[in-house]
């Protein structure tokens, strides 16, 4: 028998209609998997990540088993000792790879001497980006969202965008709603490890939850861990559900009268939209980007996030039971809490990205960077968001039922009650008022900040606040 060529396949491309498995055959391919020990080891990982990122490759090796592949599933030291001993054992004449997603692995394999093949996994690929922004000096995320929606055909009709709108953000930042609280189906809390389960997963948002997606999208509440949001992005992350799939399964519910246009865009707007964006911004900057700290952010991650401290903040005590939990809070516990909270602390970006990546069951470099490097702790100086968002516990309290059981005053910036989101928002825009006062999105606030008649005392419990969060006592 001739030997086989080997398809290497990396633990984030387990599906079968990915690059260079899309074209391999039992009869001329073997598929190589590894899971390296030094990976697993590196880093205090969510156990429930760990679980879901090993079953699912083992799930992914027997699938490929049923479907004739000779299947070589390693488990190295490394990734570097796993195609080492895979070559020494089969000896196979080339070894292809779809190019992978970070840039580490991508050095990897060039230095090993695979294949690479183009990747189809997501539906913008950065030299079409590129192509796309060109020399623009920004480019923003709304010109690309519309600019794939018209370039992929997503809720167009001819040349106009279904409903007559692009955009239905203002119908989709209600507040959580005072009745009914319980109404949004509760999707299974295991992780699905199976591309068979991953569809079952977005079948069921499809169907029961897509309906409600749009109104509440920016709502929290503390009984309540997934709302309307569809937690498919470990599974979009894995491979195992390939974007245009679920935003064709999404269009199609809405063209049978199914789901409201503001859903239907609201949710295809995270994917072809953001998820697309954040995918490509890490492309065009990194590995520099993850080194940014442009607000000169110097506090160590204070220990309420590694759980070494217990706090009385309702809303991040809530949210951090549920990290903990299941590695998983949708997006605005995600930004306008935990991010807030560092950013307007000034916990360092390189201390929180870290710990965030380390936290989340859906976590990668491409995503977490740009999403808290840029998005949420503006280090970047503004390349991905024109604002820093910040927020006091006036907009948590909005947006949210956490405020009403916490023993801390939202409305209260100064005094030993007052709400430390309240008090360190007030502070953050105080002491990058230079900054920020030229920033048109911001000034208002700033010049609100400048006015405040109690400056120095929101100052004095600024600084306050800041010694007990570090210290673990607030
Ligand atoms: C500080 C911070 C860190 C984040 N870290 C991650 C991460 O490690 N992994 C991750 O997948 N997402 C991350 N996000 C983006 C977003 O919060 C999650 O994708 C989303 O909450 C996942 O829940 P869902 O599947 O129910 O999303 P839905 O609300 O149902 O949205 C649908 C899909 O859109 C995509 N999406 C939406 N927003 C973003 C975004 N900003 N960036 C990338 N994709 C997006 C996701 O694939 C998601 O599954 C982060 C956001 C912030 C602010
Ligand atoms: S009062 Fe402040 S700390 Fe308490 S839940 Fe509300 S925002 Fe969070």
Same mark, same amino acid.
């Not at 309906?211 to 498919?232: K, Q, T």
């Not at 949210?319 to 998983?328: E, K, S």
């Given at each position: 028998?001739?030997?086989?060529?080997?398809?290497?396949?990396?633990?984030?491309?387990?599906?079968?209609?990915?690059?260079?498995?899309?074209?391999?055959?039992?009869?001329?391919?073997?598929?190589?998997?590894?899971?390296?020990?030094?990976?697993?080891? #590196?880093?205090?990982?969510?156990? =429930?990540?760990?679980?879901?990122?090993?079953?699912?490759?083992?799930?992914?090796?027997?699938?490929?088993?049923?479907?004739? !592949?000779?299947?070589?599933?390693?488990?190295?030291?490394?990734?570097?000792?796993?195609?080492?001993?895979?070559?020494?054992?089969?000896?196979? =004449?080339?070894?292809?790879?779809?190019?992978?997603?970070?840039?580490?692995?991508?050095?990897?394999?060039?230095?090993? %001497?695979?294949?690479?093949?183009?990747?189809?996994?997501?539906?913008?690929?950065?030299?079409?980006?590129?192509? *796309?922004?060109?020399?623009?000096?920004?480019?923003?995320?709304?010109?690309?969202?519309?600019?794939?929606?018209?370039?992929?055909?997503?809720?167009?009709?001819?040349?106009?965008?279904?409903?007559?709108?692009?955009? !239905?953000?203002?119908?989709?930042?209600?507040?959580?709603?005072?009745?009914?609280?319980?109404?949004?189906?509760?999707?299974?809390?295991?992780?699905?490890?199976?591309?068979?389960?991953?569809?079952?997963?977005?079948?069921?948002?499809?169907?029961?939850?897509?309906?409600?997606?749009?109104?509440?999208?920016?709502?929290?509440?503390?009984?309540? *861990?997934?709302?309307?949001?569809?937690?498919?992005?470990?599974?979009?992350?894995?491979?195992?559900?390939?974007?245009?799939?679920?935003?064709?399964?999404?269009?199609?519910?809405?063209?049978?009268?199914?789901?409201?246009?503001?859903?239907?865009?609201?949710?295809?707007?995270?994917?072809?939209?953001?998820?697309?964006?954040?995918?490509?911004?890490?492309?065009?900057?990194?590995? +520099?980007?993850?080194?940014?700290?442009?607000?000169?952010?110097?506090?160590?991650?204070?220990?309420?996030?590694?759980? +070494?401290?217990?706090?009385?903040?309702?809303?991040?005590?809530?949210?951090? +039971?549920?990290?903990?939990?299941?590695?998983?809070?949708?997006?605005?516990?995600?930004?306008?809490?935990?991010?807030?909270?560092?950013?307007?602390?000034?916990?360092?970006?390189?201390?929180?990205?870290?710990?965030?990546? +380390?936290?989340?069951?859906?976590?990668?470099? *491409?995503?977490?960077?740009?999403?808290?490097? %840029?998005?949420?702790?503006?280090?970047?100086?503004?390349?991905?968001? #024109?604002?820093?968002?910040?927020? %006091?516990?006036?907009?948590?309290?909005?947006?949210?039922?956490?405020?009403?059981?916490?023993?801390?005053?939202?409305?209260?910036?100064?005094?030993?009650?007052?709400?430390?989101?309240?008090?360190?928002?007030?502070?953050?825009?105080?002491?990058?008022?230079?900054?920020?006062?030229?920033?048109?999105?911001?000034?208002?606030?700033?010049?609100?900040?400048?006015?405040?008649?109690?400056?120095?005392?929101?100052?004095?419990?600024?600084?306050?606040?800041?010694?007990?969060?570090?210290?673990?006592?607030?």
């Amino acid at each position: 028998m001739t030997s086989l060529d080997t398809v290497w396949v990396f633990g984030d491309q387990l599906n079968r209609a990915i690059g260079a498995l899309s074209v391999a055959r039992p009869t001329t391919h073997r598929v190589l998997l590894i899971t390296a020990a030094d990976k697993i080891a #590196s880093r205090p990982w969510h156990p =429930a990540r760990v679980a879901l990122y090993t079953r699912a490759i083992e799930a992914f090796a027997s699938e490929l088993r049923d479907a004739g !592949f000779n299947v070589d599933h390693r488990h190295a030291a490394s990734m570097r000792d796993g195609l080492t001993a895979h070559r020494a054992e089969f000896s196979p =004449a080339s070894v292809f790879v779809t190019e992978p997603n970070s840039f580490t692995a991508r050095r990897l394999v060039t230095e090993l %001497g695979c294949e690479v093949v183009e990747s189809n996994q997501f539906l913008c690929h950065p030299t079409v980006f590129n192509e *796309w922004a060109g020399s623009r000096k920004g480019f923003k995320m709304e010109d690309f969202y519309r600019w794939q929606r018209k370039r992929l055909g997503y809720l167009m009709d001819g040349d106009a965008p279904a409903g007559g709108e692009w955009n !239905f953000d203002e119908q989709n930042r209600e507040r959580p709603p005072k009745e009914g609280r319980d109404r949004w189906p509760v999707p299974v809390d295991i992780w699905a490890t199976t591309r068979d389960e991953a569809l079952q997963r977005l079948e069921f948002f499809v169907t029961r939850v897509l309906p409600m997606f749009g109104p509440h999208e920016d709502a929290m509440l503390a009984d309540n *861990w997934h709302l309307a949001h569809s937690v498919l992005s470990p599974y979009l992350n894995l491979g195992l559900l390939l974007p245009a799939e679920v935003c064709d399964r999404v269009e199609a519910e809405y063209r049978a009268g199914r789901v409201p246009i503001n859903s239907a865009e609201g949710f295809i707007r995270q994917v072809i939209g953001w998820r697309e964006y954040v995918w490509n911004f890490y492309w065009r900057h990194m590995p +520099d980007y993850a080194s940014l700290n442009h607000l000169d952010a110097r506090m160590d991650l204070p220990p309420v996030f590694t759980g +070494d401290a217990p706090t009385q903040m309702r809303c991040v005590s809530s949210i951090l +039971d549920d990290v903990r939990a299941r590695g998983w809070v949708h997006h605005i516990p995600r930004l306008m809490v935990l991010g807030n909270l560092a950013l307007i602390a000034g916990v360092n970006p390189q201390q929180f990205t870290r710990w965030m990546w +380390d936290s989340f069951v859906d976590a990668a470099e *491409w995503v977490m960077v740009p999403n808290v490097i %840029g998005m949420s702790l503006h280090a970047d100086g503004g390349k991905m968001a #024109s604002k820093p968002y910040a927020a %006091g516990g006036a907009y948590i309290d909005r947006m949210s039922d956490y405020c009403k059981d916490c023993s801390f005053d939202r409305t209260k910036r100064v005094g030993e009650d007052a709400c430390p989101f309240t008090t360190l928002y007030w502070d953050f825009l105080l002491r990058h008022a230079d900054r920020f006062v030229k920033n048109p999105r911001m000034s208002t606030q700033v010049r609100a900040a400048q006015k405040l008649g109690d400056a120095e005392g929101v100052r004095h419990r600024a600084s306050d606040v800041l010694r007990r969060l570090h210290l673990g006592q607030i």
